[in-house]
Every structure is written in structure tokens, then in C-alpha cells.
């Protein structure tokens, strides 16, 4: 009898671990690839989605171009694992497995703040970042330069910024009455990085004419209004669209799993191998925080999901086969974002060259750089013709 092998999540988790599987299955194992989707999304270019809808045929890789004819695909929605009877339960069926690999991303962490899931936008899908474009693009034609539309982006992070960015950057390019202001509770934008970093993305930002509120918490939102602060005397902003980027959280489907999970974000415990609580089901990606040594777990990052599919998909063909898992450690390349047009980088590592003699640089330097990465990612995961075709989008 066959070895049944299940990846759910088409993301880089997802696809990247597909990729290394379908390398390394032995004669006796199958593949069975489950995803909400019929392509992978390349995440981390959903944001240039709000500015030119167009581009999101550039940014999604059909399933067919990914895999091999061996691999079975599903499309489905996937409600529950049960661990113990090693089944995989959809909304129309379920999948059984002896090994399964988890790569279903994460949620949006809302932080129990009154009104911001009920009235904020996500940007965590294409579908996503349609309705944004949607929404900005109608404030807009109803606003005026006295009475420009009121765009609030929540969260000052990698996602937050490149989201400013893009719409400032429709704004300008369609001359549209639209005030951009993006909220940050913590001290500066882009908090916990290199201060030199933050100083380049904040010039940037402002550059674009975008407004910076740094230091005051979301607290409430209410149908056209987000509140900062705690105190009386703190801002109150109007809004007509708001987006809210400021933290991850596993999927409400995780929170049932039978398998050890962070009490506060339910994102799935995993060792620097992969393997979850149960020795059958492996998670990476978004849905795990992957053990890094005491006290540490992998970033949350495309980056680190990259490197990490190729070693859980070996992994998992590993355990399937009865031999040793191999570890993990994640290697930082480095850190570009976005801001409209421009790109700013940081610490970046190349092959062979080793570290960019600059430790923070922008520019066409950058720009290109934030392309080159895209677009190998869609090389390595489809092929060179799709990169190639994608390049002026990115």
C-alpha cells in the first residue's frame, strides 16, 4: 500500500515544499497538494495589486505550472486536522494522510481592539487587495481637494509601509484628492530594525507626501472614525477606507488541532525539523514557529519561508522513507521594502560577493534588487518564461 503524503497552503511555504517533495519521494509514496486556491500568490507583490489591479496576472502562479502530473491537486477549504484517524477535514470531504506538512499561512491579528476587525481591510490575499484598490479608487471620486478621501493604513511594518506606499503612488499618478496617514503605536516606522533603516524608509514615506503618527495605539474604530490612545484628549481620525496591517495570528482553523500550539497567536510549535507535536504532522511557514535555538523562532517572513520548504519538504520524504530529519537554521539575506517607486535595502548578502558594501541603500540599486528577488522566486518555483514575463510588474 501507498505512502499518502498531504501539503496544504499553496503559499512559499507551500509551494517551495511541494517543489523539494516531488525531488525526493521514493517509488511507493503520492503527493496530494490541498489549497484554497488554484495558484500561489506571490505574496510579498500583493501591495503593487492596489495601486494597478493588472499586475495580479503577473503575481499568481497557476497550480499546473507548479507541480508535476504526479501530484494530485484539491482545491478546498480546510476546516480541521484530526491527528489521531490522520485525516485532513475540508468543507466538501476530507483527505486522509500518513504524513502531512501544514504551510497554511496566518490570520490577521486584530488584539481584541473594539471595531478594527469589523471595519478595517486586510491585505493578506489577491482578493484582498482588489477591494482595497476598490474602495480607494471610490473615496476617491467622491472627495474633493477641499475634502480630500481619508486613507488610513494601520501598522507601520513591512506590509504597512509598502501599502503607503502604493497608495500614494495611485494617488499621484491619477491626481486624486487623497490624504495618506500611517499609524504606528511603537516609536518609528518599521520598529525593531536598524534605527539607519528606519530613517531611510520614514524620508521615503514622507517624500511621498505621506503622513507619519507614530506612538499612539489604536484603541477603537468605529464606522468613520479610528481612535488613538487611551486618553480623552487623544486624535481622533477620520477615515473613509482604513487598512489594518499590524500582526499575524494562526487561522481560526489551527485553534482546534490537536497539536501544541502558542496559547496567545495559535501558531503551530515546531522543532528546528519541522515536526509538530505529533510526529506525523509537520508545519512551517506562517503556521509554525519553528524552534531557532533557546528562546528564538524563525521570522515570519517570505525569506525565511523560502529557505525553510526546502529542507521540511526533504523532511517529511525523509521520515516517510524511515531516516533521520535533518535541522534548520535560517539565514537573514538581508531586507528590502518597498515604498512606491523606490525600494530601500538592508544588510543584504549576495552569493558569492557576500555583504553589499553599503549596509542601507536605495535607488535604481535597490528597485532592482527588490525585482531580482520576485522574480527568482518565480523562476525556481515555475520557470524563467514567467519571471521574465513578470519583471516590469515587480
Known amino acids: 500500500m501507498s505512502t499518502q503524503i498531504v501539503v496544504v497552503g499553496s503559499g512559499y511555504a507551500g509551494a517551495g515544499a511541494v517543489k523539494r517533495l516531488e525531488e525526493e519521494l521514493d517509488a511507493g509514496m503520492e503527493l496530494t497538494w490541498i489549497s484554497?486556491?488554484?495558484?500561489?500568490?506571490?505574496?510579498?507583490?500583493?501591495?503593487?495589486?492596489?495601486?494597478?489591479p493588472s499586475v495580479e496576472s503577473k503575481i499568481t502562479i497557476p497550480i499546473d505550472d507548479i507541480k508535476s502530473d504526479a501530484t494530485e491537486f484539491r482545491k478546498g477549504h480546510v476546516t480541521d486536522v484530526d491527528a489521531d484517524e490522520r485525516v485532513v477535514e475540508l468543507e466538501d470531504g476530507e483527505v486522509?494522510?500518513?504524513?502531512?506538512?501544514?504551510?497554511?499561512?496566518?490570520?490577521?491579528?486584530?488584539?481584541?481592539?473594539?471595531?478594527?476587525?469589523?471595519?478595517?481591510?486586510?491585505?493578506?490575499?489577491?482578493?484582498?487587495a482588489r477591494t482595497i484598490h476598490a474602495?480607494?479608487?471610490?473615496?476617491?471620486?467622491?472627495?474633493s481637494r477641499d475634502d480630500p478621501a481619508q486613507i488610513i493604513i494601520g501598522g507601520a511594518g513591512l506590509s504597512g509601509i509598502q501599502t503607503a506606499g502604493e497608495i500614494a503612488e495611485y494617488r499621484d499618478e491619477h491626481r486624486a484628492?487623497?490624504?495618506?496617514?500611517?499609524?504606528?503605536?511603537?516609536?518609528?516606522v518599521f520598529p525593531n530594525n536598524d534605527p539607519e533603516l528606519q530613517g531611510a524608509l520614514r524620508r521615503r514615506l514622507e517624500a511621498l507626501d505621506i503622513e507619519i503618527l507614530t506612538g499612539d495605539f489604536i484603541s477603537k474604530v468605529d464606522e468613520e472614525t479610528v481612535y488613538l490612545g487611551d486618553d480623552e484628549d487623544d486624535a481622533e481620525l477620520a477615515y473613509d477606507t482604513l487598512v489594518w496591517t499590524g500582526g499575524i495570528t494562526g487561522h481560526e482553523e489551527v485553534h482546534g488541532m490537536e497539536l501544541d500550539q502558542d496559547d496567545r497567536?495559535?501558531?503551530?510549535?515546531?522543532?528546528a525539523d519541522f515536526q509538530t507535536s505529533d510526529e506525523r504532522v509537520f508545519a512551517l511557514g506562517d503556521t509554525a514557529?519553528?524552534?531557532?535555538?533557546?528562546d528564538s523562532v524563525a521570522p515570519p517572513t517570505a525569506q525565511a519561508a523560502w529557505q525553510a520548504a526546502?529542507?521540511?519538504?526533504?523532511n517529511v520524504a525523509r521520515a516517510a522513507a524511515g531516516k533521520p530529519l535533518k535541522t534548520w537554521r535560517h539565514d537573514d539575506k538581508g531586507t528590502v521594502v518597498s515604498v512606491g517607486d523606490d525600494a530601500v535595502a538592508h544588510d543584504v548578502k549576495?552569493?558569492?560577493?557576500?555583504?553589499?558594501?553599503?549596509n542601507v541603500f536605495g535607488g535604481p540599486a535597490a528597485r532592482n534588487l527588490k525585482k531580482a528577488i520576485a522574480a527568482r522566486w518565480i523562476a525556481d518555483v515555475s520557470s524563467p518564461k514567467n519571471a521574465l514575463g513578470a519583471w516590469e510588474s515587480l
Do not use: N, W
Open 36 to 52: 484554497e486556491t488554484d495558484y500561489h500568490l506571490v505574496l510579498h507583490e500583493v501591495h503593487r495589486c492596489i495601486r494597478d
Open 96 to 128: 486522509e494522510y500518513d504524513y502531512l506538512l501544514l504551510a497554511i499561512g496566518s490570520g490577521t491579528a486584530f488584539f481584541g481592539i473594539d471595531g478594527l476587525r469589523e471595519y478595517a481591510h486586510e491585505l493578506k490575499s489577491l482578493d484582498d
Open 135 to 143: 474602495e480607494v479608487k471610490e473615496a476617491a471620486e467622491a472627495a
Open 177 to 188: 484628492p487623497i490624504d495618506v496617514t500611517l499609524v504606528e503605536g511603537l516609536d518609528e
Open 265 to 271: 497567536s495559535h501558531r503551530v510549535f515546531a522543532d
Open 289 to 294: 514557529l519553528v524552534e531557532q535555538g533557546p
Open 310 to 314: 526546502d529542507v521540511a519538504g526533504e
Open 350 to 358: 549576495l552569493p558569492v560577493f557576500g555583504s553589499f558594501p553599503m
